[in-house]
């Protein structure tokens, strides 16, 4: 039948034909495994508008490095699913990881948080043309290859589905 979850997507179907994807439990065990301290308020946005400069680092708990690791990259494994929206927060996250300071780890806290007040966000697909029966069309080249001349994935003809990508609650 119908895939419900795959990679810890949760897959809805709609009535109109197309389809809810969410993380929601993949965010609850992702605050589980690191508990965000300091961060019991409602936040609405992942990051601030403030910014700073490498000469402004505050030295802090740089020694756990590999949790703050792996809590970006959990994130980064939840925003190119279904969260968009926190994209550009976890980048910057991205390149402040490798030594982190008190200022990162308010950063990485504030995106977790957002999720955890978030959780039941997500994609929704819809198709744009009532005939399609779904609004996801996948095609592979089954010969790539198997010859010099299928070696190229631009040797098969493919169409850009249209559908409709929507945020919701």
Do not use: C
């Not at 990485?108 to 819809?126: C, F, K, P």
């Amino acid at each position: 039948g119908p895939a419900k979850e795959f990679v810890g997507i949760a897959i809805n179907r709609t009535p109109a034909g197309g389809y809810h994807l969410t993380q929601s439990a993949s965010i609850r065990k992702l605050n589980e495994r690191f508990d965000i301290e300091g961060f019991q308020r409602y936040v609405g946005v992942p990051t601030t508008t403030t910014t700073r400069n490498d000469t402004e680092r505050v030295r802090g708990d740089t020694h756990n490095h590999r949790e703050a690791r792996a809590r970006v990259g959990a994130l980064l494994y939840i925003t190119q699913w279904t969260r968009p929206v926190i994209a550009h927060a976890v980048h910057i996250l991205t390149s402040e990881v490798h030594q982190p300071d008190l200022v990162t780890w308010k950063k990485i806290n504030r995106v977790q948080a957002y999720l955890r007040d978030h959780a039941d966000y997500g994609l929704s697909y819809e198709p744009t043309d009532e005939h399609e029966s779904s609004p996801i069309t996948v095609y592979t080249d089954a010969a790539y290859g198997t010859s010099s001349r299928a070696r190229s994935p631009l040797t098969w003809p493919a169409r850009r589905p249209m559908i409709k990508v929507t945020w919701w609650p």
